[in-house]
């Protein structure tokens, strides 16, 4: 893989980071270096600031390979406050129930193992907003 | 264009099938449509295969190749077409262009899936494989997943219930009752996967709101379909079962993107150009096999192919309109939730359920007076959708 290319790749899995459009500044993620609304060169870097909200999840009992040992994790589709939706796992969620327009927070954990490789891969995760008590 | 008639329709039961080979099951399905056809010594000109995955499910690739030589049709031309779980309906519309285009006058399309080759991990590993890489896949983004987020966006915009989500599930086991080719042959009531005390056991949850009745078995099989042009298909003595309409449309490849997530737009323009082509509307189908992978695509897929106003598939189906019998009876061959998934056998399976309906040979499942049918293959999670109109000439 080209080296820029990983390192994008990387940034956007880390931090959150996509694109927004200088034509029409529509906010972009996954990053694609094209914008999806007015179809011109979209590649200026734009830092998410990883809260919003949940906007549907699901919770996954069924998993494939490499995610065995998280069975059962929750999955959404998450409302930065920028804009676009974000599809990532929650956690950290103990005893929470998830219920659509749940604040939530990116974090970064492990997303997967390869067993045999011992390979870890860490990326993006959300949990529930942690706010001081009123 | 030249009209392009389904001379010949074949499949195998779809099922777990560990003694065959995707390449034997696919040229089985390929002779029964041969043979139904009654093609005797005419040339095939060229084969379509769809495939999703052979490469990752049973380590064999170039498989096109390997079932031209295993049927002895060369020096047909072959093509092996993959489009996720919509390679059937690709393959068909390579097909199609094929036979429309003069290229070729007789095309055999098979449409083939070996999945239980594998154990579930892997099998749910590689299907997952067609979301998006960097945006879903790596985090443990499923295909129940993806639909779990959209039903709960479904079932919260439009009122549909999980009742409605088994309506659909009762249905189309029942139809599956009556298709000898249907891997799950098992009746199921509200009751038992619902409301009993052991309904969680006798329906796990997949993904909520989904529970295993919600969504397709994983199978091994194959289907294919004889394609001729009007002239050779009048010497072949079989009723004329014409292909009117194909429409292909594509969308955003995640679900994320889409301004509205519940929208399937793919669907809705895949579906209006299938009609534009055939000259038809809606109103004009008798019978309908859509791609219900999950309970909520059947619902979903009715309304955005243009059968009922969004928000009223849910109704319909609640009145009983999409039984066989009813206005508009949809899957009645069990559709994906019985008669199975083979992945790239899908689209093509359809197909050969549309001409038996037409042509009046479903048996026990026989849609009455039915001479428009429709078909709708979903692939990936509507990223790319195809739609047929079949007609049965008079
Ligand atoms: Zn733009």
Redesign the interface.
């Known amino acids: 893989m080209e080296v820029s290319r990983h390192w994008r790749l990387k940034k956007q899995r880390y931090a959150l980071q996509g694109e927004v459009c200088p034509h029409c500044s529509v906010k972009i993620f996954p990053p694609r270096d094209i914008c999806p609304d007015c179809g011109l060169d979209a590649r200026t870097p734009f830092q998410f600031s990883g809260r919003g909200e949940v906007y549907s999840f699901t919770t996954v009992r069924d998993a494939p390979e490499g995610h065995s040992e998280q069975v059962p994790y929750t999955v959404a589709l998450v409302r930065l406050e920028e804009g676009p939706l974000v599809t990532a796992q929650l956690t950290d969620l103990d005893q929470q129930d998830v219920e659509i327009g749940l604040p939530v927070e990116m974090v970064t954990r492990k997303l997967r193992s390869d067993g045999e490789r011992g390979m870890l891969v860490y990326g993006y995760k959300f949990r529930p907003l942690l706010r001081p008590a009123a | 264009m030249r009209p392009v008639v389904v001379a010949g329709a074949g499949m195998i039961p779809f099922e777990r099938r560990d003694e065959d080979s995707l390449v034997g099951m696919m040229a089985v399905a390929g002779l029964n449509a041969m043979d139904d056809a009654g093609l005797g010594d005419r040339a095939v000109d060229a084969v379509y295969v769809g495939n999703m995955a052979s490469g990752l499910f049973n380590h064999q690739v170039s498989v096109a190749s390997a079932l031209v030589d295993r049927l002895s049709l060369m020096p047909a031309a072959a093509d092996r077409i993959e489009n996720g779980p919509a390679s059937g309906g690709s393959a068909i519309k390579n097909g199609f262009l094929a036979v429309a285009s003069g290229y070729a006058d007789i095309v055999l399309v098979v449409g083939g899936e070996k999945m239980r080759e594998v154990i579930?991990?892997?099998a749910?590993?590689i299907v997952?494989a067609m979301t998006?890489p960097?945006?879903?896949y790596?985090?443990?983004?499923?295909l129940?997943?993806l639909a779990?987020?959209?039903?709960?966006?479904y079932m919260?915009k439009y009122g549909v219930t999980r009742e409605h989500l088994t309506m659909v599930a009762i249905k189309n086991q029942e139809n599956g009752l009556l298709n000898p080719y249907a891997h799950i042959r098992m009746k199921i009531t509200m009751e038992g996967v619902l409301t009993h005390p052991q309904a969680h056991i006798n329906s796990?949850?997949?993904?909520?709101?989904?529970h295993l009745y919600d969504c397709c078995p994983v199978s091994d099989g194959a289907a294919a379909v004889l394609l001729t042009t009007e002239e050779i298909a009048k010497e072949l003595n079989k009723p004329i079962v014409t292909i009117d309409g194909v429409g292909q449309a594509t969308d955003?490849h995640?679900?994320?993107?889409r301004s509205d997530?519940t929208d399937l737009k793919a669907v809705t323009v895949a579906s209006e150009r299938a009609f534009s082509m055939a000259g038809l509307k809606p109103k004009d189908v008798d019978v309908a096999e859509l791609h219900d992978a999950f309970t909520i695509l059947e619902i979903a897929e009715s309304e955005h192919a243009g059968f009922f106003p969004k928000g009223e598939g849910a109704k319909a189906l609640e009145a009983g309109e999409t039984r066989i019998g009813g206005k508009l009876p949809i899957n009645p061959s069990g559709g994906l939730k019985a008669r199975g998934h083979p992945v790239g056998a899908t689209g093509v399976a359809q197909a050969v359920e549309l001409v038996w309906q037409l042509r009046g040979e479903a048996g026990d499942r026989q849609v009455k007076k039915a001479t428009t049918g429709f078909s709708l293959n979903f692939g990936g999670f509507g990223n790319n959708v195809l739609a047929f109109v079949l007609r049965r000439k008079s």
Request: proline share 14%; hydrophobic share 35%.
């Open positions: 579930g991990p892997k749910t590993d997952a998006h960097s945006a879903e790596i985090y443990g983004v499923t129940p997943a779990g987020l959209f039903t709960r966006l919260e796990p949850i997949v993904a909520d709101p989904l955003t995640t679900l994320q993107e997530p």
